[in-house]
């Protein structure tokens, strides 16, 4: 599966982005889907995650009540990231990925992501 984020930028805090990940190649195969985000000289953190349809997601607390993750209603291949009240702690680059493994239940590990996006910007300035 190839991956494709986009929607990165610069805000305010408190301000919204929202941002894409469009999934191709995976044909005839069920994953479930995610979001991690990372900034410099850190490790890549959790985020949120979505199954196969879209039913199910798990959240890190830090986002919890501000981020929304969704998957497209025709096409499953396509996830999204609605972002809300938006601190300067959020800026990082977001990173979507796909699991075959989270296609029931989401997964929140990276390790147990398959493939991995390039990655959006994600700027909140005070």
């Known amino acids: 599966v190839q991956l494709q984020a986009s929607g990165g930028g610069l805000v305010q805090a408190g301000g919204s982005l929202r941002l894409s990940c469009v999934a191709s190649?995976?044909?005839?195969?069920?994953?479930?889907m995610g979001w991690f985000r990372q900034t410099p000289g850190k490790e890549r953190d959790f985020v949120g995650a979505?199954?196969?349809?879209?039913?199910?997601?798990?959240y890190a607390d830090s986002v919890k009540g501000r981020f929304t993750i969704s998957r497209g209603k025709v096409f499953k291949n396509t996830m999204y990231l609605q972002m809300h009240s938006l601190k300067p702690e959020d800026t990082a680059v977001y990173y979507c990925?796909?699991?075959?493994?989270?296609?029931?239940?989401?997964?929140?590990?990276?390790?147990?992501?398959?493939?991995w996006g390039r990655g959006t910007q994600v700027t909140v300035s005070s």
């Open positions: 979505t199954n196969w349809s879209g039913t199910s997601t798990t």
């Open positions: 190649g995976g044909t005839g195969s069920n994953y479930g």
């Open positions: 990925a796909a699991a075959r493994g989270g296609s029931i239940i989401p997964t929140t590990t990276p390790a147990e992501y398959d493939s």
